[in-house]
T-cell receptor
Framework: SQQGEEDPQALSIQEGENATMNCSYK?????LQWYRQNSGRGLVHLIL?????REKHSGRLRVTLDTSKKSSSLLITASRAADTASYFC?????????????FGSGTRLSIRP | SAVISQKPSRDICQRGTSLTIQCQVD?????MFWYRQQPGQSLTLIAT?????????ESGFVIDKFPISRPNLTFSTLTVSNMSPEDSSIYLC???????????????FGPGTRLTVL
C-alpha cells in the first residue's frame, strides 16, 4: 500500500488565496519530497525536506515536516492559475535500503480565476 | 538538474501487441526508475534499472511483462508486452541526479508516455 496519504483529495480556491495540502505517512523516513504534475504530464520536483528539518521555503512554497506526527504540509501562497495541478508527496523510508521513494495519493488543486 | 526525455510521448496500441518506451538522460546517472500511473491514480514503482545488472522489480511486476534494458548510464527502455486495456497508463522514468548535489534520493522525472490500449 502507498506510504503517503494526502488530504484533501481535491481543493478548489480563488486565485490569490493560499492553498494548503497535507501528507501523512506511516513509517520513519529519511526525507520527504513534493512534486507537481500538470494535466497528466511528467512530475516537476518542487522541494525536498530532510527528516531533521522542520520547515523549508522556496519562493511561494513553504513545506513543513512533523516527524512525531508523521505528517507534512505544502503551502502555496498567493495562488495563481498556473498552480492548477496535482501535487504529490513522496517519502524515502528508512526501512528501504534501496533508493526508492513511495508516492502519496495526491491532491488535485484547482485555482479559480 | 538532469534533462530527461521519453519517446514516444503518447501512443495508441492494439491489445496483444508490445510497446517499447525509451528514456534518455543528458548526463550519466547510476539509478533509473520506471513508474506506472494509472488513470486518476498516483505513481507506482515498476522497477529499478541499474547499468550492468538485471532490473529489480517491485511486487506485482514481472520481467516477462515489463522487460527493461539499461545498456549504458544515459539510456533505458521499458517494454510493455502483450498489452491489454488494463495497461493503459502513463509510464514515467526518473533518475537520481548526482549533479544536483543531493545525496537524498532526490528523483527527477521525464515527461511521461501516455499509453492507451484498445
Amino acid at each position: 500500500s502507498q506510504q503517503g496519504e494526502e488530504d484533501p483529495q481535491a481543493l478548489s480556491i480563488q486565485e490569490g488565496e493560499n492553498a494548503t495540502m497535507n501528507c501523512s505517512y506511516k513509517t520513519s523516513i529519511n526525507n520527504l519530497q513534493w512534486y507537481r504534475q500538470n494535466s497528466g504530464r511528467g512530475l516537476v520536483h518542487l522541494i525536498l525536506i530532510r527528516s531533521n528539518e522542520r520547515e523549508k521555503h522556496s519562493g511561494r512554497l513553504r513545506v513543513t515536516l512533523d516527524t512525531s506526527k508523521k505528517s507534512s504540509s505544502l503551502l502555496i501562497t498567493a495562488s495563481r492559475a498556473a498552480d492548477t495541478a496535482s501535487y504529490f508527496c513522496a517519502t524515502d523510508p528508512t526501512y528501504s535500503s534501496a533508493s526508492k521513494i513511495i508516492f502519496g495519493s495526491g491532491t488535485r488543486l484547482s485555482i479559480r480565476p | 538538474s538532469a534533462v530527461i526525455s521519453q519517446k514516444p510521448s503518447r501512443d495508441i496500441c492494439q491489445r496483444g501487441t508490445s510497446l517499447t518506451i525509451q528514456c534518455q538522460v543528458d548526463s550519466q546517472v547510476t539509478m533509473m526508475f520506471w513508474y506506472r500511473q494509472q488513470p486518476g491514480q498516483s505513481l507506482t514503482l515498476i522497477a529499478t534499472a541499474n547499468q550492468g545488472s538485471e532490473a529489480t522489480y517491485e511486487s506485482g511486476f514481472v520481467i516477462d511483462k515489463f522487460p527493461i534494458s539499461r545498456p549504458n548510464l544515459t539510456f533505458s527502455t521499458l517494454t510493455v508486452s502483450n498489452m491489454s486495456p488494463e495497461d493503459s497508463s502513463i509510464y514515467l522514468c526518473s533518475v537520481e541526479d548526482p549533479a544536483s548535489g543531493s545525496s537524498y534520493n532526490e528523483q527527477f522525472f521525464g515527461p511521461g508516455t501516455r499509453l492507451t490500449v484498445l
